[in-house]
């Protein structure tokens, strides 16, 4: 495995001409974007784009990427305008901008490949342009899961690895063009577990977090015989870590039971502190500094009723740190946590927002929210419990309101996964490193 010190990893950077570490975060329309994305929509967004898993014998059975329209003001508000499909089926599962926004990553948990879409070019028409199949002969590992930009660069998070399938894995480090540099390995000593999920970082304190979930034997499994299997229940991620950004070096492993997924970080300026969800113990955990300055991971509050495991799957928190949205899989509900004490956050307000119910986004203003149904193809409900969809709704503070639905499974497009955010007014050509590095510096 090749390991870079610190002084390579700074090289690397300076080399690409790209922004330093130590800019001021650049916070993306959407909520969960990395802070090195630069470009961001200023008003109302004109897509969806939706990365969708493959159903064999629905429509041409690949992974595709399909743009849906959601500004109102379109005559094709509500529908779906393109799909691009990518010739195989590979669990499509997560995505992620460049930091110059001009491509979108997206990747399979099952055949380990990482499709690169052109939205520059033409924001509402997403263009194929690369399928990077290294991962697992550059670093050994497989199960590409999260995608988040680095100036000039792409850290990859994967899930599993090519021994024997189960969660000790690691991180790829790519430039922008898909060029492969280096790999981290999720440390296995100090009370690590080896095992990963998401990242999420904190540039003024060079912080970066990572979550844990597990590996490709059990989310390649059914859900129900995952549940049954007492020696596959112990197969699940159990920590959260802390690195050194610029070292890319682990500095503290946080116990947090259950399987730590999605990370956020509060945007509001000033505040230091992220949150987490645990999928199997439906737990919310701060991570902040205490009295002395040391970092630290406390339960903080309840979702639902965890004997019942409605498995919160994905998170969103607003632009000024005060709410949280937290989606439970299990029983389809769609929740709002104040947040504005982050030491005891308070369940608010909660619908059902589908039978079954993955991802949510929202806009910059939180107007808007955004909810696909699918988990992973194995973990799906079964019979008239198996939704497939998108569904946008509005947000006035106190209640969700549909306002429209695509029926993936109707519109033969498969199982609706992750979903970013496009607009028109970020067609562009190429963006050169100078010009973004310049963009980062005015925020």
Partial sequence: MIRFNRAMFYAAFVCAGAVSLDVPQAYGDETCNSPY???????QED??????????????????????????????????????SVGSRGEAHHMGFTDDR???????????????????????????????????????????????????????QALSNTRDKGGVTGMALYNNKGDFITSYAMPVDNGGDGYGYDLAVNPRKN????????????????????VKDPEAMKRFGNTMLLWDLKAMKPQKVFSVPGAPLEIRWSLKPGDNWAVAATALTSKIWLVKQDAKGEWQAK???????????????????????????????????????????????????????????????????GKRVYITSSLLANWDKGGADNEQFLRGFTWNGKELKQVFEVDFTAEKLGRAHHMKLGSKALRTA????????QLALNR
């Fill in 37 to 43: 994305v630069t470009k961001l929509i200023k008003g």
């Fill in 430 to 437: 190429y963006t050169r490193p100078e010009t973004s590095r």
């Fill in 102 to 156: 001009r491509f979108l990553w997206a990747g399979g948990l099952e055949n380990s490949r990482i499709h690169v879409f052109d939205i520059a070019t033409d924001p509402g028409r997403p263009r194929l342009v690369n399928t990077i199949t290294n991962l697992a002969e550059k670093t050994g590992y497989v199960g590409p899961h999260t995608y988040y930009a680095l100036p000039g660069r792409m850290l990859v």
């Fill in 299 to 365: 339960d903080v509050a309840t979702i639902g009723d965890p004997t019942k495991i409605p498995l919160p799957v994905d998170i969103s928190i607003t632009r000024d740190g005060r709410g949280l949205w937290v989606n439970t899989f299990m029983d389809g509900k769609t929740r709002y946590f104040d947040l504005s004490n982050p030491e005891a956050p308070k369940q608010t307000y909660e619908k059902q927002t589908g039978k079954q119910v993955n991802m949510i986004s929202q806009s910059w203003d």
């Fill in 47 to 84: 897509y969806v784009y939706v990365w969708a898993l493959g159903v064999e014998g629905l429509g041409d059975g690949s992974d595709k990427m399909v743009t849906v329209d959601v500004n109102p003001r379109s005559k094709n508000y509500g529908k779906a305008i393109q799909r691009v």
């Fill in 207 to 226: 912080m970066l977090l990572t979550s844990s979930f597990t590996g490709y034997n059990n989310y390649m499994r059914s859900l129900g015989e995952v």
